[in-house]
């Protein structure tokens, strides 16, 4: 089956919208942490080993800016540093009970949003998406493949 033309551009737009509707769950004047600080929270959530170094190699930044970002999170009561109990020269980051409630808060949120265009979809459409962002996803996470143009162009 050959790709539309336009896929890759459709692609772009419908995460445009996504992000609006994402975004829209929860107006800035509500939020008590900015979109970075957020971002913090869920990347050290799902992540009990991340220290200030991982921190940086994840936010791609110095990590003594990922350490005034931790600092600033500490000082609001959303993070915690707490010493590594294999290795006390290590110092782990944790967040918070608050912080842990905020995420699934805001989690919650747009899960409600995004529901909420669902439901303005025809309900084949809303299976079919499942079905394409499904395969999506996993051709996203899988090791990518040497396309015949690449190996082609290599050996020329």
């Known amino acids: 089956m050959e790709r539309p033309p336009n ?3 459709a692609i ?5 919208a996504l992000v609006g509707v994402l975004d829209s769950a929860v107006p800035r004047h509500q939020m008590a942490v900015s979109p970075t600080q957020l971002r913090v929270l869920s990347l050290i959530s799902g992540r009990p080993e991340t220290n200030v170094n991982g921190l940086a190699e994840l936010l791609d930044v110095v990590p003594s800016s990922a350490s005034r970002l931790c600092d600033r999170l500490e000082a609001t009561g959303l993070l915690r540093r707490v010493p590594d109990p294999r290795d006390r020269r290590e110092v782990r980051l944790m967040p918070t009970a608050a912080a842990e409630a905020l995420l699934r808060e805001l989690q919650e949120r747009r899960h409600r949003a995004v529901q909420a265009v669902l439901d303005r979809m025809p309900g084949r ?3 079919e ?3 394409a962002l499904v395969a999506f996803e996993r051709a996203a996470t899988a090791a990518p493949t040497e396309s015949p143009a690449n190996s082609q162009a290599r050996t020329a």
Do not use: C, F, I, V
Request: hydrophobic fraction near 70%; glycine fraction near 0%.
């Open 7 to 9: 896929l890759a551009a």
């Open 12 to 16: 772009d737009a419908a995460a445009e």
């Open 125 to 127: 459409a809303q299976h």
């Open 129 to 131: 998406l499942l079905l």
